[in-house]
C-alpha cells in the first residue's frame, strides 16, 4: 500500500491534467508488469507447463486423465522454451523492452508464486472473493462462467466412467502420484495455496481437472488475445518508462509525459511482441477439438460430442450479443479459444 509523504504524493483528478494523466500512465506501466508476469506467465504459461510435465511423467498414454489432458497440453513445451529463449531471456524481447525485465520479472514472479491461492484459479470462486457477481457488462465474467460450466459438465459426466466410487480415486497411485507432483513442484508445497497434494473423493478431482482445462484454454485467451487490442496505443500499456515518477504536484506538462513514455525504438519493439502474442497458433486447435482418435467407447464419444455441441451453442449466444455491441468481446468465443496454450 503506497503511503504518502512529502517526496511522494498521492495523484488525483482534482490534480493539473498533465499530472492525472502521468499518474495514470504510471499505473498503467505497473498494470504491464503485473498482467504479464503474474496474470499471463505464471497463471497461465508456467502453471500449465506444470500440468504437461506431471501428465507425461506421472500417468501413461492409455490412462483416462492422459487422454482427457492430451489436446490441452498440446505445444505447451515449445511455446514455453521459446519464451524463456526470445521474450525473457538476458537478451529477451522483454528484458530488452520493458522495465519489469531481468531481475525485477524474477522477484515479481516470486512473490506471485508465494501468494498464488487455488481458489483465484477457479474463476466461481475467484468472481465471489472479488465481489464481481452484479457488474453490469463484464462479459469475461459472463462468457467465462458459461465456459467453466461448460468444461465442468463434461468432466464431470466423463471422470466417473472411469471412477465410479471415491475409492477409485484413492487407489489410483498414478493419479496421487500425479496431484503430488503439481502440488509439490508447482505450488512448492505450500498448504496454504489451498491446492490438493491427494485426491480423496471424485468430487474434488472433477473441480480440479475442471480448473486444468479451464486454465489451459479460456483462461490464457482471455489475458493472451487482447494484448494488443490493450496494448496497441502505448501510452495506454507502456512497457516502460524513462523518469521515476513526479515527486511534486504541479510540475508535470505535456512534454514531461512525452519524455516520460518510452522512446520510439521501445514502443515499435513492444507493440511487435504484444501483436505476436495476440495473434491466432499457427496450428490453432478449438477448445472442444480432439484431434487423436484417442476413443473407441461409446460413453466418452458421445459425451465429446455433448461437450461440443454446447460450446457450438455458446458461440452462437456470444456472437448474437456481440452483435449489438459497440464493442464485441470476442476473446472468449470457443472458436477463438485455443485448445491449449499454444501462443
Known sequence: MQHPSKDNPIFLPTDSKADWK???IFVRNAE???????????????????FTVATLRNLPSSHPLHKLLFPHIRYTLQINIMARSRLISKDGAISMNAGVGGES?????????????????????NISERGLETVPHYYYRDDGMRLWDIINKFVAAFLPHYYQHDADVQKDTELQRWISEIFTKGFLGRDSSGIPSSFQTLKKLIKFVTMVIFTASAQHAAVNSGQYDFGGWMPNYPTALRKPPPKEKGQSTEDTILETLPDVSTTVKGMA??????????HHYPLGDFPE????????C??????QKDLE?????????????ELPYTYLNPKEVDNSVAI
Do not use: G, M
Request: some cysteine; proline content about 2%.
Open 22 to 24: 502521468l499518474a495514470k
Open 273 to 282: 511482441v504484444l501483436k505476436l502474442l495476440s495473434k491466432d497458433s499457427t
Open 302 to 307: 458421445k459425451l465429446i460430442e455433448d461437450f
Open 32 to 50: 504491464f508488469a503485473v498482467h504479464e508476469v503474474d496474470f499471463h506467465l505464471l497463471r497461465t504459461h508456467l502453471l500449465a507447463e506444470v
Open 313 to 325: 451453442e455458446l458461440s452462437k449466444l456470444i456472437e448474437e450479443r456481440n452483435n449489438k455491441l
Open 105 to 125: 520479472l524474477e522477484k515479481l514472479l516470486k512473490r506471485a508464486t508465494a501468494s498464488l491461492t487455488y481458489s483465484a484459479l477457479c474463476l466461481p470462486d
Open 293 to 300: 482418435n484417442l476413443y473407441d467407447e461409446e460413453v466418452p
